[in-house]
């Protein structure tokens, strides 16, 4: 079945440092592709999608591109603030149903001052 | 614009007792409806989904059951809560022409 894979549970880094978080997926065709941020307590939000091969996504400086060879679609941000600390999930839409969203397993991104 | 709203924002429940949770979408006709559910420290796992008034859909069946009553409103129960039932209940919508799902405030259970 399809799946989504992030391989950071948690990142730790410091404002203004360049942030990279991994995610991968298996599935066939071109899925779409999801970022979501959740805030502790709070539902998650939508950052941005892509749907076609090298589509890039972006949002609050926040971007990523799909990558139908890697099968990637890797969340970057140049340089990140206090402010981002929050968990990041990748997901992925899939076609069966009425468009069920499958979920990574989040990271949870830590930015110190 | 739209709002969603999840009623209760918390709860405190014996196991054994029944559940009932809502959610409403306003300043959306015929939206698609969701629930997921979230362990503490953990992803979201997508419940029943629903496309119209009366249809309902399992993803996953936790011993919980869903309806839709109203166009607007979603509605999660169970008779009997277990300890497994504990977390972070979370409604969302997408309108039938697009793919992205947006999520209400959710509602965190304890049961005990």
């Known amino acids: 079945g399809d799946s989504v894979t992030q391989t950071e549970g948690q990142v730790a880094l410091s404002e203004e440092d360049f942030l990279t978080i991994h995610c991968n997926y298996s599935a066939s065709g071109y899925p779409a592709l999801f970022w979501y941020v959740q805030y502790p307590g709070e539902g998650p939000q939508f950052l941005f999608r892509?749907?076609?091969?090298?589509e890039k996504g972006s949002s609050r400086g926040f971007e990523a591109t799909y990558d139908k060879g890697t099968t990637s679609f890797h969340l970057r941000k140049a340089s990140v603030q206090e402010s981002d600390s929050a968990v990041y999930y990748c997901?992925?839409?899939?076609?069966?149903?009425?468009?069920?969203?499958?979920f990574g397993s989040g990271t949870q991104l830590t930015v110190m001052p | 614009a739209q709002t969603i709203h999840q009623w209760p924002v918390a709860e405190i429940k014996a196991v054994g007792s029944p559940l009932s949770l809502g959610c409403t979408i306003k300043?959306?006709?015929?939206?698609?409806l969701y629930w997921y559910w979230q362990a503490t420290g953990g992803t979201l796992q997508q419940l029943f989904y629903s496309i119209t008034v009366g249809q309902v859909e399992s993803v996953v069946q936790l011993n919980l059951s869903a309806s839709r009553p109203k166009d607007d409103q979603f509605i999660l129960s169970t008779e009997k809560l277990l300890l497994s039932h504990s977390g972070f209940y979370l409604c969302a919508w997408r309108t039938g022409g697009g793919d992205t799902q947006y999520f209400g405030p959710g509602t965190r259970l304890l049961v005990l």
């Open positions: 300043g959306k006709s015929s939206p698609n």
């Open positions: 892509a749907s076609r091969d090298k």
């Open positions: 997901a992925l839409g899939a076609s069966s149903g009425s468009w069920q969203l499958i």
